[in-house]
């Protein structure tokens, strides 16, 4: 019985070593995600005065997808996806559920994860999963912290130059936008920090004060690149590098905002009334929509005058995506000039796109196209045709697969048997050949949005499908829109109450049931005089059970104005309104 186990445990060293030096001659793999980025790239020509070089460097040297989309657009449960592999329908996880505790997601490995169990070491920093970072990695940096940001006396603010409403209605973090200066305002002062606790950011002048927290990320980031190229070739690594930037607060550093001057910005194309025609509004009314409230509360702040709003937000919103261009640009640099260049894959990508004020929505989690757009582009050596643009839809989903066969790895990343196959497909194919490449992937790329809720219905659940002509959304109640981008890039007419598109729709009516799971509810039944589930009262619920005391006159409920006055009056409110 000795001589076996001796024997079992020599055997499984050797594997053990065999698996290590068979990883070695791996690629390794650089992953850069930003937070809420959409097409302002100036590769992608999402808005024309977008500076970029770059973000535009890392895409003329690999391959760019020009259609990639997200399959949430809201942060928590696109990484969720994003990171497992899965498809919300799949996980049933539409929201910023526990991952740990849902039934599907704990029973899959990050792909952090799996490249650890296939003889990687993994390395991250910042916001690249959302939640759970640190335990996912074998090395982390620094926690996702979206500072800089104002604080006046003891209690955290948005930005001084914020009007209200605006910074009013949603404080310090979502309500705040404005250059990182000397503040000569009596009484303010900047810090960061993460939601563990916050310190003082030191502001003398941009030449003198303290990194915010995306540049101590690329800092890491650069460190950990030449620490790794000083010691002897070992297994090779996954790092992972999330900005948090252009997420709210739009705060950088005052040299950023120069480079776009107001008097000659240019906005996005808006029609007006656009939303008439649309159905969101229908599942998520106007007055509970965080798209709809920060539009209208943005323009209210300068005086109804949407275009000059507008101005100072795109303003805002480019900086910050030219500030971290300059990051991607120190990362790059140290990348390219050290021994990993030559085999290193690198992604760079966003979560999910934003709306700027098209169908009077200033916000992220809709189905229209500036929500789900987002920038894609991967550079693999020896593979990726250098400067190559594919036009074909495809979605973040397709990444996890993508990794996987570039890297040689097992396709089975489920824990055990109560774990889900992949949902996405290797974009290998079209990395070779991005116009033309043969891909076993569908032609139409899927988003969900997401909502409040547990126990998701995962049939009964609004979507979308883009295709390269045409995008289609059908909303949880039936409601329908279709628009046809050959001719309607800004998705302006919506065709699905047209009869001589009826053929249309219903193709693609047919192809998304098709997708999806049959209507399957768990969740229990709502007690009289409860909030139905996935709605803003459930959520208000929530969290009133965690903050007892924003029960101002004791009756037992919390109201929405309560609500309202004991963000207002908590500095540690602004960490969760949304938890995206």
Same mark, same amino acid.
Request: glycine share 12%.
């Given at each position: 019985m000795t001589r076996l186990i001796s024997n079992l445990l020599f055997l499984l060293c050797v594997s053990a070593s065999l698996r290590e030096a068979s990883a070695a001659q791996k690629p390794n793999v650089l992953f850069i995600i930003c937070d809420d980025l959409n097409d302002y790239v100036g590769a992608l020509g999402g808005h024309p005065q977008a500076k970029t070089p770059n973000i535009d460097r890392l895409f003329a040297s690999g391959v760019s997808f020009t259609q990639a989309h997200?399959?949430?657009?809201?942060?928590a449960p696109s990484r969720s996806s994003l990171f497992t592999? #899965?498809?919300p329908h799949t996980s049933r996880n539409f929201g910023t559920d526990n991952w740990d505790e849902n039934a599907v997601l704990k029973n899959n490995r990050t792909m952090m994860d799996h490249f650890r169990a296939q003889g990687y070491q993994t390395?991250? !920093?910042g916001k690249v999963m959302h939640n759970r970072d640190r335990k996912e990695w074998q090395q982390y940096g620094n926690a996702a912290a979206y500072g800089p940001f104002a604080k006046q006396g003891d209690k955290e603010v948005a930005h001084p130059d914020t009007p209200a409403p605006f910074r009013d209605d949603f404080g310090?973090?979502?309500?705040?936008f404005g250059p990182l200066k000397k503040l000569e305002v009596s009484g303010f002062s900047w810090i960061t920090g993460d939601w563990q606790g916050k310190r003082p950011l030191r502001y003398v002048s941009d030449d003198d004060r303290d990194p915010t927290p995306d540049e101590l990320n690329a800092q890491w980031v650069v460190e950990k690149l030449r620490e790794l190229a000083t010691k002897p070739a070992g297994k090779p690594f996954f790092m992972g590098l999330g900005f948090v930037r252009p997420h709210l607060p739009l705060i950088v550093p005052q040299k950023y905002f120069d480079r776009f001057p107001i008097e000659s910005l240019q906005l996005p194309v808006i029609k007006e009334h656009d939303e008439d025609d649309t159905y969101k509004h229908t599942v998520t009314p106007r007055e509970g929509d965080r798209g709809p409230k920060m539009h209208d509360s943005l323009k209210a702040s300068f005086g109804g005058d949407r275009e000059l709003a507008l101005r100072k937000f795109v303003q805002a919103y480019l900086a910050s995506v030219a500030a971290v261009d300059d990051l991607v640009g120190q990362v790059?640099?140290?990348l390219d000039g050290s021994p990993f260049k030559d085999n290193t894959i690198v992604v760079f990508t966003s979560d999910h796109g934003w709306q700027m004020g098209q169908k009077a929505y200033l916000y992220k989690n809709s189905l229209w196209q500036e929500s789900t757009r987002i920038p894609l582009a991967i550079r693999a050596p020896g593979v990726a045709k250098a400067g190559g643009q594919c036009p074909r839809p495809v979605s973040l989903i397709d990444l996890y697969p993508t990794l996987v066969e570039l890297c040689g790895l097992p396709s089975d990343t489920k824990k055990n048997d109560q774990g889900r196959a992949l949902d996405?497909?290797?974009?290998k194919p079209l990395l070779a050949a991005p116009e033309n490449g043969t891909w076993t992937g569908p032609d139409t790329a899927l988003t969900a949005l997401s909502k409040w809720g547990k126990n998701y219905d995962a049939g009964q659940q609004s979507y979308a499908l883009r295709s390269k002509d045409w995008r289609y959304m059908r909303y949880e109640n039936g409601k329908e829109e279709l628009y046809r981008l050959t001719d309607d890039p800004h998705e302006w007419n919506n065709f699905a109450t047209k009869l001589e598109?009826?053929?249309? #729709?219903e193709e693609f009516r047919t192809q998304l049931l098709a997708q999806l799971p049959k209507s399957n509810p768990t969740a229990k039944p709502v007690a009289s005089g !409860?909030?139905?589930a996935g709605s803003a009262e459930e959520w208000k619920d929530t969290f009133f059970k965690s903050h007892p005391d924003a029960d101002a006159n004791g009756d037992g409920t919390l109201s929405w104005p309560e609500y309202k006055d004991y963000k207002k009056g908590s500095s540690a409110e602004s960490v969760g309104k949304n938890g995206f």
């Open positions: 997200c399959n949430v657009p809201i942060c592999g #899965l498809y390395l991250g !920093t310090s973090i979502d309500g705040s790059l640099d140290a996405g497909h290797s974009l598109h009826a053929k249309k #729709l !409860t909030a139905p």
